[in-house]
């Protein structure tokens, strides 16, 4: 190598060069095919949310009329499916929700509405709108700090992130145990923990979670579970733009604890 003629050694150089510049080309054309496919996404997680949700209005709407007689009475046997057909209903709107809720995040359009609220009136909506999906027997268990924590925040878009961890720790409490929120607060900073004793998370899986679509479904227990992989997603990026974080420490066959943190208001 020393002994090479500079002509040579411009030779190889300018063969490394040529290589150096094909790797750049293809990184190139795989970064476009990248963002093809994401804007894909975006694009059609706005479309169907949108298509989606004017029929979802008119089947609500109908069903409503249906429970309050406005077509006549209703034979009981009919009647006794009002509560599954909502509850349904219910959840393929919160998909949806959670669909548009993803576009506006990928097109920077998420606005918060923020106002100076009691952190545990909002922790105590959160866990109201998830007490139906509880086991019998089994408790959704509040321990809050006695003082009042004041936070400045878009209240439904916490109350969604709160109950979206709260749905996913009942949801993965295989064995119907109980879970617990705990309010605190310190330096600052607010923190609601939402603890569950269920069937926790493996290490090699924590780096999906938060992705957008990120779903774990090794354990055959919760392998048909619903969902779109999009919850704590947003809830993470809603966490972020309010100036807190969600955090997560779990064990597999243990349990998981998810923390929001939120900064008090000033
Ligand atoms: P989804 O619930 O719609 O699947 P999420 O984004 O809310 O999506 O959660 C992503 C994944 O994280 C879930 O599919 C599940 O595997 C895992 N996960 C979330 N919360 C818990 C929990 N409390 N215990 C065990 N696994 C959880």
């Known amino acids: ?130 007490e139906l999906f509880l086991s019998p027997g089994q408790h959704l268990v509040l321990d809050a700090s006695p003082v009042p924590l004041l936070v400045d925040v878009d209240r439904e878009r916490v109350v969604l992130t709160l109950s979206n961890l709260i749905n996913n720790a009942i949801k993965h409490s295989v064995r119907h145990t109980d879970v617990r929120v705990e309010i605190t607060a310190g330096d600052g900073v607010a923190s609601v923990s939402v603890v569950d004793q269920g069937i926790g998370i493996a290490a090699e899986h924590l780096p999906i979670l938060f992705t957008r679509f990120g779903r774990v479904r090794s354990d055959p227990a919760v392998a048909r579970l619903s969902g779109t992989g999009l919850g704590l997603y947003l809830a993470r990026e809603f966490a972020r733009a309010h100036g807190g974080d969600i955090t997560v420490v779990t064990a597999e066959g243990e349990g998981s604890t998810f923390t929001l943190t939120l900064p008090l208001a000033a």
Do not use: C, W, Y
């Open 1 to 130: 190598m020393l002994g090479d003629a500079p002509a040579e050694r411009i030779a190889r150089l300018e063969q490394r060069v040529r290589e150096l510049e094909d790797e750049l080309d293809q990184a190139r054309a795989r970064l476009l095919r990248l963002t093809e496919v994401s804007e894909a996404k975006s694009q059609f997680l706005n479309m169907a949310s949108h298509e989606l949700r004017g029929p979802l209005t008119v089947l609500t709407g109908h069903l409503s009329l249906l429970e309050d007689g406005a077509f006549g009475e209703v034979p009981e046997r009919f009647a006794g499916t009002f509560p599954a057909m909502n509850a349904r209903l219910a959840e393929m709107e919160s998909f949806i929700n959670a669909m548009l809720e993803a576009s506006r995040l990928d097109d920077d359009r998420l606005h918060l509405l923020r106002s100076t609220v009691e952190l545990r009136s909002i922790v105590e909506e959160a866990m109201q709108r998830n």
